[in-house]
């Protein structure tokens, strides 16, 4: 196969994104879980790494449809994963590697773990997943070549990635250790060049903090949500997150196979191995590949092949040991990583690396022992494991996902919201952080402190497994105490609780006793909502 030009090359991964994509195009919304986009975002409340990336989500949807602007994020996390991880195998010139670097593109592009995190709405991970490959090149130029250039590039990708993924950009760090280990040790007998190399390293780690310090330097001194959540985090968290082991080699078996997130288990969508029978043979040929790779790549590549091992070795211990358990005991902000299977992304990529150069080593062995066409036919049925092994990706993944558009009644209520509610705070119900709605067909997160201009007050409990909030918060706290209170309305409004909307939805008659009791004076009521305004004296 003949190399393109790289244009090209970005024009292929956009197709092949399309086939995920292209059901989900009509107008509406992609909601699932944790991602919930609405017409305008709103402007970012409170800072944290993301502040900048919320801003201009917030400048887009004032000149775009909120619609359009996910999806042509949903586009750039598929797009930049397979162009990454293409560019990182292309950069290996000791072989002909054209069809191992589609390879690894459409294996980092689609797998198991990216299917389960959008199916889980974590669209801010998979943007920083999407940015880890191009890290890690520029992390090998760095190595290879460490100067002043390679060091600024790598640390603005670096810094680029914490910017959109807090968990992520301790992923790439562990990516930069695992890189500088193996870099010293292959030059531990070249005092100069292992001095030089670890310095520009340790500079571009310089250049990401800082790029990231403003939200960075307040967290660490605990004045932000970030820091709150993380000193938090405790016992009953990591055992509800913890990767799960529910297969015959436990957790190691299931980061091996890219799966054991702690949602697969919960039935809310289908796995892969629900269609595909044998599923776990055709998993084993990425195994095959993966180790075939490495003892190709272990000749002609050593640091890309050390590096690949090494990330496969770090994301298994990180994901299936009590290591992070452990270590969160001794360096606090290690708590953030409630759910260690995030680490599972290192061995995504150790996999795409290796996988890569191990269908460079299945073709050109098939080209010696028979011809260039038997060649060319292993090459593209090795390109199809990828979707083979995760089909429920293809086509809306698998017709799981389809744009939800917002009914009228919520713009209609946002124009009673801006005219008429002006005193005190305005409390959404049901109370539940996660549920159904009628127009989504799925649990997603209450989107109403998003798509109302007000400031809304919505749960932020999720009713699982006695978690407590990710942030703690007294007032909310407050609230869920009294709502079936039998003066519900008095002690609402001395929390300043002027008016109360209720959707609809879901169990919504369970506050019957509220919305019926002295004070409560319905204000408006359409199919969709109920507007009140407490006028109950305060207690």
Sequence with gaps: MRPLHPKAV????????????????????????DMVFVPHMPFPAELSN???????????????????????????????????????????????LTWASYFAGI????????????????????????????????????????????????????????LVSIHMFGVAFVIAGVGATVAAWQSRRA??????????????????????????????????????????????????FATDTNTPLGAVGNVVMLQGFWLEPRALY??????????????????????????AGIKTNPLFTKLAAGLIIAGIILAATPLIDWLRHVIPFVSGYR?????????????????????????????????????????????????????????GFGGQLQPSTYPGDWYAMNAKLNAQATDGAILF?????YMVFGFTGRIIATPADKFFDRPIIVSDNPEFNNVAPTIPNAYRQKIEAVLFEPDAAARLAA????????????????YTALRQSPGMQLLSEDDSFELYKNNAKEE
Excluded at 76 to 92: D, E, M, P, R, T
């Design 10 to 33: 970005w024009l292929i991964y956009l197709g092949l994104a399309a086939i995920i994509m292209l059901p989900l195009l009509p107008p509406g919304y992609i909601l699932t879980l």
């Design 50 to 96: 993301t502040y900048i990336l919320d801003m201009a989500l917030w400048a887009l949807t004032t000149i775009i449809p909120g619609d359009i602007v996910q999806k042509l994020m949903l586009f750039a996390i598929l797009v930049g994963s397979g162009v990454g991880a293409h560019a990182l195998i292309k950069s290996l010139t000791s072989l002909k």
């Design 107 to 162: 294996f980092y592009m689609v797998n198991p773990f990216v299917y389960s995190r959008f199916m889980a709405g974590q669209w801010l991970v998979l943007l920083g997943y999407a940015l880890l490959p191009f890290f890690t090149n520029a992390l090998l130029r760095l190595i290879a070549q460490p100067n002043r250039t390679h060091a600024l590039q790598a640390g603005a990708l670096l810094g680029g990635i914490g």
């Design 191 to 240: 005092t100069k060049l292992f001095k030089k190399g670890l310095m520009w390293v340790a500079a571009s780690g310089g250049v990401a903090l800082a790029l990231n310090s403003f939200w960075l330097v307040p967290s660490l001194l605990g004045h932000t949500s970030t820091a709150q959540a993380t000193t938090s985090f405790n016992d009953t968290q990591f055992v509800t």
């Design 270 to 295: 289908t796995l892969p191995q629900q269609r595909v029978p044998g599923w776990l043979l055709f998993v084993a040929i990425i195994w095959v590949l993966v180790a075939l790779g490495f003892a």
């Design 339 to 395: 759910e260690p299977h995030k680490f599972a992304v290192l061995v995504a990529l150790g996999f795409a690396m290796l996988g890569g150069i191990g269908v460079a080593t299945a073709t050109n062995f098939a080209r010696r022992r028979w011809n260039s066409h038997v060649s060319k036919v292993v090459a593209v049925g090795l390109l199809f494991v990828p979707y083979v092994i995760t089909p429920v990706m293809v086509w």
């Design 429 to 433: 119900l049901p109370w539940h952080q």
């Design 495 to 510: 929390l300043n609780i002027r008016y109360v909307l209720v959707a609809k939805e879901y169990d919504f008659d369970s």
